[in-house]
Each structure stands twice: as C-alpha cells, then as structure tokens.
C-alpha cells in the first residue's frame, strides 16, 4: 500500500505546474492532499477525479483558503468530513476514509506565522485535536494521518533550528504538543521511525533560495497507530519536480487496503 501526502499551495496552481500527469505514474493507493485553496465549483473533473481515482474534499467555507482532500483507488467504506468542533471545520482541516479496520485521514494543521491571531488558532486547534486524537488512538482503529502538522518535531527537522525557537512551527509549546501526541497518545512518526538522517525536509521558504541550498523544515509527516506503522517498509520524499512549496511525502506499506 503505497500513501502520498502532498501540502498543494494551492490545487489550481499545482495542476498547471504538472501534479496530475506524475501523480498518474505513481502506483499510489491513495493520495493525500493539503491547502487546495478551492471549492468544489473550481475543480474541474482531472482535480474531481483523475484516472483511476476518486476523489474527496473537505473544503473551507473561506474562498481561496485551507482545505483538504484524498484521492483512492478503492472506494472507501466511509468518508468523514470534519471533526465535529465548529471553529475547526470552518476551515477544512480534516477529512477521514475508512477501508475496513484502517482509518486515513487527510490533515491540515493551522499555520501562526501570519500573526498571533492566526497563532492564537493554533493553539485552539491543538488544544481541541489532541482529545480526538486520544479517541482515535481509544477506538481500536489502525490510523494513519498524513499532512501538514506545521511543526518541526526536533532540531533534527529544521535547517536553523537556533534562530527558529521563538518562530511559529519550533515553538517550545508546539514541540511539546507533538512529543506528547507521540509519547503519551502513542502514535508514531512513520518517516522517523525508518530514516533518521538530518536535512530531510518537506517545505522550503520561497525566500533567500531556501529550495536550492536545502534549508527546509519538516512539517508534514504521516503519523500512525503502532501496528500499522510497523508495517511501513520504505519512505522518501520526492524532490525530482516541484508542484508546490512543500514536496510529496512517500511512504510504502506492507499492507493491503
């Protein structure tokens, strides 16, 4: 089983920069997506549905903003929009299909740099996430949850880990949040628990030629319940084209849908 996650900026400008036709050789199972910057009327049918998929959105009721969306080649037994908190849902944040006894979910955690109201959100956010990810991890479910987290875990995870520690992403608070989503709810970091190199990172600032001298951060992960994660076999991040200025996380998993 083979999962993508992949923050768009924006499904519009990612199709015109070639998403669709690589997303159609890439023999994924399905597909995860962030930041589509759409509603449902501006999708045209490769966006709807391309070849071999279906497709499902999560949209923010904010023009031009947020929301999320997976693509599957099986149809699921249940796609869930939302985790049912107002304040959270208004922004297309969360979308969840079930295949059997596993849950994917599609995730897009708030971003604070734009100003402490925006941070202010996210923390409300992770305030109010973290008793549904203690559900999730209560259910019994196999879980994957794949996105844009917009938290660097470790130093490890940033270029400029010192100059950041005051930044939205590396906050002190933020890293705790994380720490205790994998430590005391017990999901874990599917890419670190098989590659534990430095300078793998997911996002890159469009300033000062981030991209080019590789000074990322690594703020979209799939996280999982211990099982599945267990059967996770092979992780990379593609960076052979760009469609966004976040790269596709890959990840391959000994497992059937």
């Known amino acids: 089983m083979r999962i993508i996650t992949l923050n ?3 499904i519009r400008a990612a199709a015109k920069k070639g998403f669709f036709p690589w997303l159609a050789k890439q023999t994924a199972d399905v597909v995860c997506v962030q930041e589509l910057k759409a509603q449902l009327p501006d999708l045209s049918g490769e966006m709807l549905s391309p070849d071999d998929y279906h497709g499902y959105f999560h949209c923010a009721e ?17 796609v869930v929009e939302g985790v049912g908190i107002t304040g959270i849902d208004a922004e297309g944040r969360y979308l969840q299909a079930d295949f059997g006894e596993l849950s994917i979910v599609s995730l897009y955690l708030p971003s604070g740099s734009s100003g402490e109201h925006r941070q202010a959100a996210k923390f409300y956010f992770m305030e109010h996430f973290l008793p549904v990810l ?56 599917v890419f670190r628990r098989l590659n534990s190199e430095p300078d793998q990172y997911t996002w890159w600032s469009n300033r000062g030629q981030a991209w080019a001298k590789n000074v990322g951060w690594r703020i979209d992960y799939q996280i999982a319940t211990p099982a599945i994660a ?23 998993y000994d497992h059937t849908l």
């Open 62 to 78: 904010q023009k031009g903003y947020s929301g999320v969306g997976i693509y599957t080649r099986k149809k699921p037994d249940r």
């Open 8 to 10: 768009l900026n924006g």
């Open 230 to 252: 267990q059967t996770a076999r092979s992780v990379s991040i593609f960076k052979d084209e760009r469609f966004s200025d976040h790269a596709p996380l890959i990840v391959d």
């Open 134 to 189: 203690q559900n999730l991890m209560a259910s019994g479910r196999q879980i994957i949850l794949c996105g844009d987290w917009n938290i660097a875990h470790q130093e490890i995870d940033l270029k400029n880990w010192r100059s950041n520690q005051k930044n939205s992403g590396f906050l002190p608070e933020e890293r705790a949040w994380l720490s205790d989503v994998f430590d005391r709810v017990g999901f874990v970091d």
